[in-house]
């Protein structure tokens, strides 16, 4: 029977079920993950809307290639945030951060902000 280390070595096999797991492969998976990043998506986009209490809309545009014809075409994904201090203002340039849900739309938190909105 082959045990996780031998399945580790190898980058497309998968361990059978029933290997057994040592105590080198148990520490090795621990220093692993512990190295590794936090794994938390950050984003750059535009406030569109800050009219709900704490939360604010951010647009994300980004720029994607067409695959037949080779044309650069803008999509955009309209994500809502969390902004604890309210003072994020429509126009502005944010920085959000994946988080835990907080409410059935809301995962994202804004981190900072890059560029205010010009005034009118």
């Given at each position: ?27 090795t ?19 569109i ?72």
């Amino acid at each position: 029977m082959q045990t996780i280390e031998f399945f580790l070595k190898m980058p497309n096999a998968r361990a059978p079920k029933n290997a057994p797991m040592t105590r080198a492969t148990m520490t090795t998976a621990d220093s692993e993950t512990t190295t590794a990043p936090a794994g938390k998506r950050t984003l750059v986009g535009r406030v569109i809307s800050n009219k709900m209490d704490k939360t604010v809309i951010v647009l994300i545009e980004r720029r994607v290639r067409h695959p037949v014809y080779g044309k650069y075409l803008l999509r955009s994904t309209r994500l809502h945030a969390h902004d604890a201090s309210d003072s994020v203002g429509e126009g502005d340039l944010v920085e959000i951060v994946e988080t835990r849900p907080l409410s059935k739309t809301k995962n994202w938190t804004v981190t900072r902000v890059l560029e205010s909105a010009r005034p009118l």
